[in-house]
């Protein structure tokens, strides 16, 4: 059976990517977006899907870190819905950087709270997406979450700056 995922993304960037990617995948049948203002999600709303895809990036503004209020309602919404699926875009911030991060890290490394707003944020979406599908009287959804880190694209001035052409010039010597 062919999936049918909701995408509820802050970004339009985000929610337009995600939406064109997997709209082109044979194993989904229907990839929309919907609101991400939890207001408007209700069971009626969601019945015809059977996966989630939640980005709780925040959307006014270019932080790394998660919107936790929206990301705390939107899942307590989901909690009732009878998904199969839900996948939360969460962020490899959660490993936030420190020179005592020597190379890949897996996910039994303990990372002690309080040493980044940012990481402490994404750990929070990760704990409260584990409601979504709770209540729904269904099999509870397989869980995922999706740490994804920043790439250089070329869209913007830091991914430009620094994909570019580099002139290093050295002083003259006299």
């Known amino acids: 059976m062919r999936a049918r995922i909701a995408v509820v993304a802050c970004r339009d960037r985000i929610a337009d990517s995600l939406v064109d990617a997997l709209s082109r995948s044979p194993q989904v049948e229907l990839c929309e977006r919907v609101s991400h ?25 270019a932080s790394t870190g998660p919107d936790l209020n929206v990301a705390r309602e939107i899942c307590a919404r989901l909690a009732s819905l009878p998904l199969k699926h839900a996948v939360v875009l969460g962020s490899a911030a959660v ?21 980044s707003d940012i990481a402490d944020g994404w ?5 409260c997406s584990a ?20 790439v250089l694209d070329g869209e913007d001035y830091f991914s430009r700056l620094l994909t570019g052409r580099l002139a290093i010039t050295y002083p003259e010597i006299l």
């Open 131 to 150: 409601q979504i599908g709770e209540r729904s009287g269904a099999p509870s959804p397989t869980h995922t979450i999706l740490r994804t880190a920043a």
């Open 95 to 115: 490993y936030s950087p420190s020179h005592q991060n020597a190379g890949l890290l897996d996910e039994s490394t303990f990372i002690p709270e309080g040493r």
């Open 37 to 61: 203002h939890p207001e408007r999600i209700e069971a009626a709303a969601f019945s015809r899907y059977d996966t989630v895809v939640c980005s709780p990036l925040h959307s006014g503004n």
């Open 123 to 127: 750990r929070e979406v990760e704990a």
